[in-house]
């Protein structure tokens, strides 16, 4: 199937320093793809130069003509005393009409907050408002830095089986960054581990029992992990690459993840 976005040999810098390096990549319609990564990893400038707001230092990315993207970026800072309501923020940077306004504030979950001041919202209500947003541009491509961020469990639980009822209702592929580890791996066709450079890509499955994976997340943040293997009932804890794991021999990505060893 053709790619919505794609990535060869992928390599950006800010300044002197090489933020990522080498990373292809490929997004096909319908799919849910997260990334997941330290801090610092360049998740963010990934997703930035996919939507070609990051030039490529080398490399190259290309996009399918026309592609429609709804973007929810990390950050969004809005004035507290701005006085912004839902409803003229949805109108922001294109004009929609009230039926189409309060049809994605029903399809996410927050109907009727139209009239309230943006800034007054739940951090839960805020999130589903951004993705209101981003669906009214009736995206092929919905892409979400950290769109968790500031939930607590349950909210961001709720948050991600709202994406996948998005996904199935309007088709849209969904890119997604996340720190929720357990929940991603649950809600994701795929996964990329990102670390400057992809450590290891694949399916949930194959990415949990990689050894890149665990030496970046594993060991680190045990009660993350220790949840995602008792929520899927996993048993690699002591045989990571060896394989009764009929997906275990795509897990040994060729990239080695240098930058957490050196
Ligand atoms: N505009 C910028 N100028 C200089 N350095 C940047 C800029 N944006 C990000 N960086 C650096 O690039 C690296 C990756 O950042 P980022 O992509 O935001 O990581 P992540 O989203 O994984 O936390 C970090 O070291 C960060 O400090
Ligand atoms: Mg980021």
Redesign the pocket.
């Known amino acids: 199937m053709t790619s919505l976005i794609s990535a060869r040999d992928l390599s950006v810098r ?2 002197e ?1 090489a ?1 990522l390096s080498g990373v292809d990549f490929d997004i096909s319609p319908g799919e849910i793809v997260t990334v997941i ?1 330290p ?8 997703i930035r130069a996919l939507i070609g707001l990051e030039r490529a230092a080398t490399g190259r990315v290309s996009r399918a003509p026309g592609l429609v993207i709804g973007y929810v970026p ?1 950050r969004l800072f809005i004035d507290a005393s701005l006085p912004l309501t839902v409803r003229r923020f949805l109108s922001l940077p294109h004009r929609v009409s009230d039926t189409e306004a309060e049809a994605a504030l029903i399809r996410t979950g927050v109907p009727g907050v139209g009239p309230r001041p943006i800034t007054g919202l739940s951090g839960g209500q805020f999130q589903r408002v951004l993705l209101a947003r981003a669906l009214l541009v009736k995206p092929q491509i919905l892409i979400l830095d950290e769109p968790t961020q500031g939930l607590d469990q349950p909210g961001t639980a709720a948050f991600y089986r709202l994406i996948e009822q998005v996904r199935q209702e309007t088709g849209a592929a969904v890119l997604m ?1 996340s720190h929720d580890l357990h929940v991603v791996m649950a809600a994701s066709d795929r996964v990329i581990c ?1 670390n400057g450079h992809i450590c290891c890509a694949g399916t949930p499955r194959v990415v949990s029992a990689a050894p890149e994976y665990r030496a970046l997340f594993g060991l680190g943040t045990g009660g993350a992990f220790a949840l995602y293997r008792h929520m899927h009932d996993h048993d690699h804890e002591h045989d990571a690459g060896h394989g009764h794991d009929p997906d275990h021999p795509h897990a040994a990505h060729p990239h080695s993840c240098a930058g957490t060893d050196a």
């Open positions: 800010h300044g320093a933020v990564g801090n610092g990893s360049g998740k963010t400038t990934l990390q960054v990102l």
